[in-house]
């Protein structure tokens, strides 16, 4: 079931990610590539990516060229069916797991902080201190077996 869930949210992710891709009549096509538009937003959005400096550095022709080519070798990877093997299902499922996980910490840090006084190291230090006890406490009401022989059995190398 676990596994199924995983997989509904995987899709969910790369339809949002795609997203970009659907018509969308309110906004003018800036280049289309196949079937797939790019707008505005999208050339822009590519942009803050890169450092302030090297935003000055290069023309939007430039930058609409590199995203161009970007998605050109996305499309070829989806033609070769990269983006349905386990294994890059696996680094998708990492990065949306070790992205939840940031924006749980930040988002909690952010509330621990905004509840403290003190100057910023005793804030800190007590936060620190608070989230640990927090993250601790998280398994408190969660039943929780371990099967010590499966435990016992794995090699990490």
């Known amino acids: 079931m676990k596994t199924i869930f995983h997989l509904v949210l995987l899709a969910v992710i790369l339809t949002a990610l795609a997203g ?3 018509e969308n009549p309110a906004k003018e096509v800036l280049a289309t590539i196949g079937d797939y538009s790019l707008y505005e ?3 822009v959005s ?31 990877a989806q033609r070769r069916g990269l983006d349905k093997k386990p294994e890059f299902l696996k680094m998708v499922q990492r ?3 070790q992205s939840l996980l940031r924006s749980l910490m930040d988002e909690k ?5 905004s509840s403290l006084k003190g100057t910023d190291e005793e804030k800190h230090k007590e936060a620190a201190r608070m989230m640990q006890e927090w993250a601790d406490g998280l398994g408190k009401n969660v039943n929780i077996k371990i099967n010590k022989a499966v435990l016992e059995k794995i090699e990490i190398k």
């Open 41 to 43: 937003a999208d050339l």
């Open 95 to 97: 990065f949306w797991e």
């Open 109 to 113: 840090s952010k509330e621990t902080l």
């Open 20 to 22: 970009c891709a659907k």
């Open 46 to 76: 590519e942009a803050e990516l890169y450092p302030p400096a090297y935003r000055k550095t290069v023309t939007k022709e430039e930058m609409l060229n590199d995203l161009i080519r970007k998605k050109l070798m996305l499309m070829e």
